[in-house]
Each structure stands twice: as C-alpha cells, then as structure tokens.
C-alpha cells in the first residue's frame, strides 16, 4: 500500500480554506457595498453631479438595497434583527417597520422615523449601482413605479420620506446621523434643474 | 397636552408636558401598569411590546402623541389568571419563563403574530419574533408558540 506523504493533505486544507474564504469574503463584501463617490473624482458642480451627491449617499442607499435587507449606518450595514423587505416592502406580518419606525424621529431611542416608512421597491434597488445608472433606472418607468418626469420631481423634492435624509435625527447614543454633503435647498434646486434641461444623463 | 386613548378597553385621558415622552413611560409610571418592561430603551430588544390598534409596537420608541385615539393592550389586558390567553396558557404549559423579564414582551409579540398568521410555521416565528431574552428560553418559546396558536385555532373553532 501506497503512504501519502503527511504534508500533501494539509496543503490541500490550507488551498482549500483559503479558496472557501476568498468566495465567503466575497459574498460578504458584496452584500455590505454601497454605492460611494470614489475619492478620486473629482466633484464637479453640475444639478446632475450635484443630485446624485445625495442620491448616492447611504441615507437614501440604505433604503434602496439591491437585495431585500434593509441596510443601516454609515458602512451600510444589513438591519438587525434579522429584519427584511417582508410583504409590500413595510416588514413582516406581525413585525412590520412601523414596530419601531414611527413617523417621526424618536430622539428619546434614537429610532429614525418618517412618514410612511418603507423600503423602496425591489425595482429601485440602486445599492451597488454608479450614478449614472442609478439615473438610467430613476428614469426608467419600468422601473421607478410608472413616474412620469413631473412625478419623478416632485417624489424627489416633495416627499416626506426622500427628504427625511436632511433632518435623519440622532442614533441611539444621541449623536447626529450625518446629512448627505449638500443642503436640501442646493439639492432640491438641482434636481429641478436636470430634469428642467431634459433629464440627460452625461456620458461616463 | 392632553392626549385620550384606552388601554385594556379602559379610557384614558392624560395631561403632559413633552408629547414626545415614550408611551412606555405612560403606561408604566403614569398608569401603574407595570407589567410592560423596560429593556434597552431603543427598540432593540422588543421587552417593551405591546398593542396599538392590534399591531405589536415597541413602546420605547412610541411618542405618546401617536396614541391619541388608539386601542392600547397590555401584558395585563391579555388575560386572566382564570380565563388566560392562549398565549398565557401555552407559557405555563411549556413552562417557558427563567428570569421572566423579557416574557411580556414575547407574549405580546406573539400574541400579535397568532392573530395575524394562525399556524405559523418556524420561519414565521424567525421572522416575527425577534425580541430578544438573554436567558435564552428560544427553544421552549418556540414550543409555546406553536403551542399557543394550536389552543387559539381550537378555542376559535369551539366558539364557532
């Protein structure tokens, strides 16, 4: 009978670990990404660039995943508890959002709270996305629940919950979630503007 | 500020100053009814459930303004120790409680979650109940669980 040497079955393990772990930690990563601005580019001051400063940032991404978890914080970290998108995007039957989300900031627990509070639709699942298509899938009517140009505005600068990133309230230690980079005057004018020009969508 | 509201099909009209105080304040300090627990003071940890207008909410987190004209039930409202709730009666069968801080928010969250899905099934229950109990009494509350919805399914059929 043949002896295998000792050293090849422990090779074997260590390839095989280090190849599991690289698939795992590439799920993981996956399912953390957010969509973020690299820092490499350079900002520039256009409504379209100026729009999608905000769009971009995780006060609106976490809510918009590209999976059914909702995601939280600044690393866009899955919701705890397990929670998920449920049925009609509000949360479980008996454990919905509004368990704990009410419609306002709660800054006694620190729970974040607006109006109608949901998750956007599967469709407008724009975590992972870059900004010019997360453009191409807001405009998409197919995908942004059949909104037409004026619709898409006033959704952006009118709604209660969009606009909740501005005034997002404290996290449970008290201290205040950040704002995305522009003020809500500088973005509402903005979004007015690229869809008063047309709604182009600049070339990457 | 005057806010109304009924608890246990009890009405309630009360005078505060910050409208924004946690119904579990309210209901704990204001209306002696301490069966509803504090835990972790930010929706967390699911000690704090109780009904509004029959949807389970974590009263830590509820400003008491939004409960102005609402239908609140408590651990209290439940049952009775000589009509208890299906909930209650499937708790003392599974003997489910060790330190029995957290219980009263499982049993809302769950009486909560019977109503609204009669026959849950394990993946209902992950879903649904996520409080939290750091005795760790899961596997017998998953029991009760079961257990709770077999006795509301039998006693619905019996009063039809």
């Not at chain 1, 629940?145 to 919950?161: I, Q």
């Not at chain 2, 801080?101 to 026959?119: H, N, R, S, V, W």
Request: aromatic share 6%; proline share 7%.
């Amino acid at each position: 009978m043949k002896t295998i040497p000792h050293s090849i079955p422990i090779i074997l393990l260590l390839v095989g670990g280090i190849l599991m772990t690289a698939i795992y930690s590439r799920g993981v990563v996956s399912s953390y990404s957010s969509t973020t601005i690299p820092n490499n580019e350079v900002l520039k001051d256009t409504p379209f660039d100026k729009m999608m400063q905000v769009l971009t940032h995780e006060r609106c991404i976490n809510c918009h995943p590209n999976d059914n978890i909702p995601k939280q914080g600044k690393d866009s970290h899955p919701h705890y508890f397990g929670m998920k998108r449920g049925e009609d995007n509000l949360g479980f039957t008996a454990t919905q959002c509004t368990t704990c989300h009410q419609p306002e900031n709660n800054d006694y627990s620190g729970v974040p709270g607006a109006p109608h509070w949901s998750l956007a639709p599967k469709s407008m699942g724009w975590q992972g996305l870059d900004k010019y298509e997360i453009a191409k899938a807001m405009l998409d009517r197919a995908k942004n629940g059949n909104r037409s140009h004026d619709e898409l505005v006033h959704h952006l600068t009118e709604d209660s919950l969009v606009l909740w990133a501005f005034d997002p309230g404290v996290d449970h230690e008290g201290i205040p979630r950040e704002t995305p980079p522009i003020s809500e005057a500088e973005y509402k004018a903005a979004v007015i503007a690229w869809f008063e020009n047309g709604a182009i969508i600049p070339k990457e | 500020m005057k806010i109304s509201f009924s608890v246990n099909e009890v009405p309630h009209s009360i005078e505060i100053k910050d409208e924004n105080t946690p119904l579990l304040w309210v209901i704990r300090d204001m209306l002696h009814l301490k069966g509803t627990k504090y835990g972790c003071g930010k929706a967390a940890c699911g000690a704090c459930t109780l009904h509004v207008d029959g949807e389970a909410v974590r009263s830590c987190s509820y400003a008491v303004k939004f409960a102005e004209g609402k239908k609140i039930r408590t651990i209290e409202g439940l049952g009775t120790k000589e009509n208890p709730h299906p909930v209650q009666q499937a708790w003392i069968e599974e003997i489910v409680p060790q330190c029995g801080y957290c219980q009263p928010g499982f049993m809302m969250a769950t009486a909560a979650l019977i109503d609204k899905i009669p026959e849950p099934t394990d993946d209902d229950i992950d879903r649904n109940i996520i409080n939290v109990c750091r005795c760790a009494t899961y596997y017998r509350m998953r029991k009760a669980i079961h257990r709770a919805a077999q006795i509301q399914r039998t006693t619905s059929k019996t009063m039809e």
